[in-house]
């Protein structure tokens, strides 16, 4: 009889526990399945509120209502965190749902190619519970390599690399700057998706700073900048005017010929380009 009201009493927990549970729900998934090493690793998190009241999630002093635990293939311990993240404030009303978007490059040490695991941990309002998501993947790989520059700035040697990758189902080429010394991987950036219509121009200027012109669409071409510290300093959406393309040294600065400004000035404007690695 009491290994009946035992089991009796375990049924009830479980379906408690699954009762609970459902009440909020949360997902999470990458804005990608590959990032090149170097760039943002931006993940979305959606919370979903099945309870009949509103879900304040906060901060404490001591505690972050968000918590990322990441792991990589071939290590059974967590990735160790560089820096601790401050989230703001989010209200998740009855019935609905709130996604945040997060760059986990400044608070990790993404040092290594290879294969990462992702579970993210929600603090409810009572300072005591939490929901945990389902375990996303991701990749950090290095790409190919298209050109490379070696330069000197701010007293240390560095790598200035145009790089191709896969990004969803498009080639698209990267920016990566890598110091020369350590090989550590300084920042990387999306410079815009690659048809294999025209040859990459590739330019450094005056500054160090790297430029790309290629062709994305066969409407389309891309025109982007990045510095020595592996940031995106400008993108640019261009159509053919007519004659040849190419970038060309004028006046000390760099600029294209052959194409005007379109009205279209995001990626994800252009038909068939669906990327995320710059935003």
């Given amino acids: 009889m009491k290994h009946i009201l035992s ?47 509103a879900l304040v999630l906060d901060n404490t002093p001591d505690r972050q209502w968000l918590h990322f635990t990441l792991t990589r293939s ?26 945040v978007r997060v760059n986990l490059r400044p608070y990790f040490y993404f040092n290594t190619v290879g294969s990462y695991k992702i579970v993210a941990t929600v603090r409810m ?12 993947s991701f990749t950090l790989v290095n790409g190919g390599s298209v050109k490379t520059f070696a330069i000197q700035s701010g007293g240390k040697r560095l790598k200035m690399n145009v790089k191709i990758m896969r990004a969803g189902d498009k080639d698209c080429l990267f920016g990566q700057v890598v110091n020369a010394d350590s090989g550590a991987v300084v920042g990387a950036c999306y410079m815009g998706q690659y048809l294999n219509f025209m040859a990459p121009r590739v330019m450094m200027d005056r500054k160090q700073n790297l430029h790309v012109l290629c062709q994305s669409t066969p409407t389309y071409f891309t025109y982007s900048v990045m510095g020595p510290d592996g940031s995106r300093r400008s993108y640019q959406v261009l159509q053919r005017t007519g004659g040849p393309v190419d970038l060309i040294t004028a006046g000390g600065t760099i600029k294209s010929i052959g194409l005007t400004p379109a009205k279209k000035t995001r990626p994800d404007d252009l038909p068939g380009i669906r990327t995320t690695a710059d935003r």
């Fill in 7 to 53: 089991l009796i009493m375990m049924v009830l927990y479980l379906l408690a526990a699954g009762h609970a549970t459902a009440q909020v729900d949360v997902r999470l998934h990458p804005e990608r399945s590959e990032f090149l090493l170097g760039e943002g690793v931006v993940v979305k998190l959606k919370i979903t509120n099945h309870t009949d009241t």
């Fill in 74 to 99: 071939g290590s059974s311990q967590p990735l160790a965190p560089k820096a601790i993240p401050s989230f703001k404030k989010i209200v998740v009303n009855p019935g609905s749902a709130h996604e």
């Fill in 125 to 136: 309002p009572d300072m005591q519970s939490t929901y945990s998501s389902n375990r996303a």
